[in-house]
């Protein structure tokens, strides 16, 4: 796992170049703690931090392929490759010869076999940039589901790239602004593909390759989700889909450094442990908590149970060595994490608590692994969450996420508290509205679908396109900042468009969620883990940490020179500071309205946003 950045300008000699490009990965540090490098030609830069998992030894990037003392490529790389000794073998048949024993040179010799067409033939998680010195060309390509990030920002004469948004603006051309459609996105909180809530920042789509030339850049999609019909019965199904999740699971555990599984307790993770177990590999095992949660947990709209009996109960079941990583209020509330889960995304997200929590717990793995495998994206495939199950969410006219912040607030989710004419201007739903209408048109019906079925793949697609990137992209800010490579083995590719086209009515079968994926794992975990309903990631119900929130909200909304001050509801945050309580930390509503505006002023003061809105 690593970090990477360029600049491609047609115009310009890059040989002398080096020191700017080495700003852009120095941003990206987070990223590659072990190695940093950059390679300059006349036309391009590439730079490279990386984190050693696979060919410790070598395997340096960038990674170039001479020949007869030309420069054929250079490549520079961000993931995992899990084919690639496959695709090593085929392509040695071919007449390719290796120097090194990892991924990346797979990838560059990828690129020389196949062109354009390379990123086809690989799977795994994976970003990267080829830069071919004789065509004066560069080829950027993503992942199929988009695990790993790749932004990129055109200019005069070429472009910049990088892992994430901040690498740009290590660049001494790129300015930081967002205008009335990125402040939409960023509020509406949905990941329109392309889109990166930055005015000219694109983020390459998932799925697709972009070719930088002296005429542009031209982007090709090599992968889309497929609607088909499913033609295997129940049983059939059950079978397959244990098997493409097992198949995943044991590709996923490749690693020349210390391996671990993050377990929470529910069926998701509990299916990969169990798996991993099952091939041969029994990994340690994290789960996350909170000091006294247990005792105190109530019950409330999302979460039923505590997690913390269930992943012991199914690390004893395995047999894992297991370490719950238990935390204080005063670790959610340390303002050193508070900026470093904000400044890891470069953006302001609506459950900040969770993404500190989720920090903590990733940095408390690092210190015992370099790789952990994960449940992500379990519940977007199989139907997990309440936006799938609720008619009132799923035939709105928009995402059922959004239309679940919608009951809430007359604008969306966390934004109680900003100005209404504000609001009103960027007008969040019609927003939404509009790229949900875009988003379903992407989905053709398939021959003899119900309009039931058709439905629940409308909003099945959504949720995988539009939903579970924004996972996907906290995930992979959020472990990066640690060090640590996150693996999702629920988005192999094959299971994703397998699982996809299952019917909803078997999907949910015996009339619970995920009935599909508990019965393929039934034999592997207990009954109480497989018959457990969905429970989200945890938060503290400490009131005390509704004192914080409540301190540093008085400290913001008193401030009227601050950052935030012009998109606040005034009224509303006096009449909410005047009270003398801790916020309310059992809900959704006050909770949320409350931690974005804190987000929101630390990303304006930190990356001195313009905002034209």
Partial sequence: MCGIAGWLDFRRDLGEEGATVRTMVAALANRGPDDEAVWTDRRAALGHRRLSVIDLENSTQPMAVEE????????????????????????????????????????????????????????????????????????????RLGIKPLYYARTANGVLFGSEPKALFAHPSMECAVDSEGFAELLAYIATPGHAVYRGVRELPAGHTAVVHRGGVTESAYWTLPSRPHEDDTATTIDAVRGLLAESVEAHLVSDVPLCTLLSGGVDSSAIVALAARAGNRPRTFSVDFEGHTERFQKDFWHEDADAPYAAEVARHVGTDHEPVVLRTADLADPVVDAAALRSQDLPRPIPDMDRSLYLLLRAVRQRSTVALMGEAADELFGGYRSFQDPSLTDTGNFPWVSMGLKVAPHGMSTGLLDPGMLKKIDVPGYAAQRYSEAVAEVPRVAGESELEHRMRRVSHVHL????????????????????????????????????????????????????????????????????????????????????????????????????????????????????????????????????????DGWLRHYRVRLDL
């Fill in 465 to 600: 396109t539009r939903w579970m990137p924004l996972l996907l992209t906290r995930d992979d800010r959020l472990s990066m900042a640690v060090g640590l490579e996150l693996r999702v083995p629920y988005c192999d590719h094959r299971l994703v468009e397998y699982v996809y086209n299952i019917p909803w009515e078997m999907k949910t079968a015996d009339g619970r969620e995920k009935s599909v994926l508990r019965s393929a794992v039934a034999d592997l975990l207990p009954a109480s883990v497989t018959e457990r309903r969905k429970s989200p990631f945890p938060i503290t119900q400490d009131p005390g940490y509704g004192q914080v929130l409540k301190e540093r909200f008085d400290a913001v909304v008193n401030d009227p020179a601050g950052p935030v001050a012009p998109l606040l509801d005034r009224e509303a945050c006096a009449r909410l500071s005047a009270q003398d309580r801790p916020i309310e930390v059992s809900g959704w509503g006050e909770r949320r309205d409350v931690e974005m505006v804190l987000q929101l």
């Fill in 68 to 143: 007869d003392g030309r420069t054929l490529a250079v490549v520079v790389h961000n993931g995992e490759i899990y084919n690639f000794r496959q695709l090593r073998r085929q392509l040695e048949g071919l007449g390719h010869r290796f120097r090194t024993a990892g991924d990346t040179e797979v990838v560059v010799r990828a690129y020389l076999e196949w062109g354009d067409r390379c990123a086809e033939h690989l799977e795994g998680m994976f970003a990267f940039a080829v830069w071919d010195p004789a065509r004066e060309r560069l080829l950027l390509a993503r992942d």
